[in-house]
């Protein structure tokens, strides 16, 4: 069996923290909206714990891997809105808006600027 490339395992740890992230930023909008905000921001931090438990291993791995800086943001942000759209449509019963394919694009166009040779 051959070891995951870096940037494969870059990415796979970076969903998974992003799966986190978006918890910790917003679920609690969901289920503390009643409570003081304080709980709240004691909620989150608790969850960004396991955030950044993937996302350090994950950028260390990418960047000793072979990516820039700037590929490992942009490619962060990529992961950011594919895990997001689905949360906000499918967790927190958002409309899904044609603002989000708009969005999608202008990082296609990104990742295009940041990726070429």
């Given at each position: 069996m051959t070891p995951a490339s870096p940037v494969l395992l870059t990415v796979l740890l970076?969903?998974?923290?992003?799966?986190?992230m978006t918890f910790a930023?917003?679920?609690?909008?969901?289920?503390l909206n009643t409570s003081p905000w304080y709980w709240a921001a004691?909620?989150?931090?608790?969850?960004?714990l396991f955030e950044y438990l993937l996302?350090?291993?994950?950028?260390?791995?990418?960047?000793?891997?072979?990516?820039?800086?700037a590929q490992l943001?942009?490619?962060q942000e990529v992961?950011?809105?594919a895990v997001f759209v689905p949360f906000a449509v499918l967790y927190m019963r958002e409309p899904l808006k044609?603002?989000?394919l708009w969005a999608t694009?202008?990082?296609c166009g990104a990742v295009y600027f940041i990726f070429r040779s």
């Amino acid at each position: 069996m051959t070891p995951a490339s870096p940037v494969l395992l870059t990415v796979l740890l970076l969903v998974g923290s992003n799966l986190f992230m978006t918890f910790a930023w917003y679920g609690h909008l969901k289920h503390l909206n009643t409570s003081p905000w304080y709980w709240a921001a004691a909620a989150s931090w608790g969850i960004a714990l396991f955030e950044y438990l993937l996302q350090v291993p994950a950028n260390r791995i990418g960047f000793a891997g072979g990516l820039s800086l700037a590929q490992l943001k942009i490619t962060q942000e990529v992961i950011t809105l594919a895990v997001f759209v689905p949360f906000a449509v499918l967790y927190m019963r958002e409309p899904l808006k044609w603002d989000y394919l708009w969005a999608t694009l202008c990082l296609c166009g990104a990742v295009y600027f940041i990726f070429r040779s």
